[in-house]
């Protein structure tokens, strides 16, 4: 089995800051895209940042120069360094990560349980 375990959410003020991390845990070979994912009531899920083995990222613009998105491949853990926080990045932050689990098998997507951000006015 594979696990996505996040933590690290909670209430901040306007801008402040917090830290989120995404361990992936069990029966892994190999990860390629790890990332953040975040979602509000009635609305879809959309992309915050995701991190490629290789080692490049990508950010939404809505988080550009706020966010930073690392990686620690020994760990199998991702974090998400959010400053400046905004009250409309309150959101379930998800995290994500496209996992391989043996040599010959092919990759499937995992989803975190997800972890409450919210920002104050």
């Known amino acids: 089995q594979v696990q996505l375990v996040e933590s690290g959410g909670g209430l901040v003020q306007a801008g402040g800051s917090l830290r989120l991390s995404c361990a992936a845990s069990g029966s892994i070979f190999s990860i390629n895209v790890m990332g953040w994912y975040r979602q509000t009531p009635g609305k879809q899920r959309e992309l915050v940042a995701i991190?490629?083995?290789?080692?490049?990222?990508n950010y939404a613009d809505s988080v550009k120069g706020r966010f930073t998105i690392s990686r620690d491949n020994a760990k199998n853990t991702i974090y998400l360094q959010m400053n400046s926080l905004k009250p409309e990045d309150t959101a379930v932050y998800y995290c994500?990560?496209?996992?391989?689990?043996?040599?010959?098998?092919?990759?499937?997507?995992?989803w975190g349980q997800g972890t409450q951000v919210t920002v104050s006015s």
């Open positions: 991190t490629i083995s290789g080692g490049s990222t």
């Open positions: 994500n990560a496209a996992i391989r689990r043996t040599l010959y098998s092919g990759t499937l997507d995992y």
